[in-house]
């Protein structure tokens, strides 16, 4: 069983559209992240729900939507998309928020925007 | 400001012999995490090792391990023994007490293990 999962795995998709991503993890966490791996490799935080509340959200663009249905699920949702925005988006976990808490990720979505 | 930063953009070793990839963080928090995560080809993330900033020895998992010295900042992971299956990005990440649970990534090291 694949703990964190993120769907899809690959998105091609126009400049100006609309698009989600899917995440699940079973491991019965109660925080979850979503992290932008960009060109050059560099991973950055982007959002964080703790028992379905944003707790972090860093600068983002407003297109940039997460939505926590449950503890269970993070998604994210793009708005008019941008070549910008091509990247990998990885969804993570952890149990809580402390320091010593190891963060599980999926295996990654690469959007790419043409 | 709270950062990492990784200065060795790729590192190549022989396989079987020992290396050494560097981390430097800063922060002003007391209390801070650090970890180590492998990004083989592949593209997923692995968790590899974590030492506590009030942890007072280097922790070590199998042929990890961490050479964490506080009053340089630095918390560099040792890989004994290469593997070629070693050959990938490692990132070394921090999770300080003031920033809710985030981790803070360096810019990653290529390591490319020789048969």
């Known amino acids: 069983d694949t703990a964190v999962s993120q769907t899809p795995k690959y998105l091609v998709t126009q400049m100006g559209n609309d698009k989600s991503i899917k995440c699940e993890q079973n491991?019965?966490?109660?925080?979850m992240y979503w992290y932008k791996q960009d060109s050059k490799k560099f991973l950055k935080i982007m959002f964080s729900y703790n028992n379905k509340e944003l707790i972090i959200n860093e600068t983002v663009p407003n297109r940039f939507s997460p939505k926590s249905p449950d503890k269970a699920h993070l998604n994210l949702h793009i708005n008019s998309l941008e070549l910008g925005d091509s990247a990998v988006y990885f969804c993570a976990s952890s149990q809580g928020t402390r320091l010593n808490t190891e963060a599980f990720f999926g295996q990654g979505t690469r959007l790419t925007v043409v | 400001a709270q950062k990492i930063t990784q200065t060795q953009p790729g590192m190549f070793v022989q396989e079987k012999e020992a290396v050494t990839l560097d981390c430097t963080y800063d922060?002003?928090?007391?209390?801070?995490?650090l970890f180590w995560y492998k990004q083989p080809s592949s593209g997923e993330m692995i968790f590899l090792i974590y030492?506590?900033?009030?942890?007072?020895q280097n922790a070590t998992e199998g042929r990890y391990s961490l050479n964490f010295q506080k009053a340089r900042k630095s918390a560099n992971l040792v890989i004994s023994a290469s593997q070629l299956g070693d050959s990938a990005m490692y990132f070394c990440?921090?999770?300080?007490?003031?920033?809710?649970?985030?981790?803070?990534f360096g810019q990653g090291t290529t390591l490319q293990v020789k048969p």
């Open positions: 030492q506590g900033s009030y942890d007072e």
């Open positions: 922060t002003s928090d007391q209390s801070y995490g």
């Open positions: 990440a921090m999770r300080c007490s003031s920033n809710t649970g985030k981790l803070i």
């Open positions: 491991l019965g966490h109660d925080t």
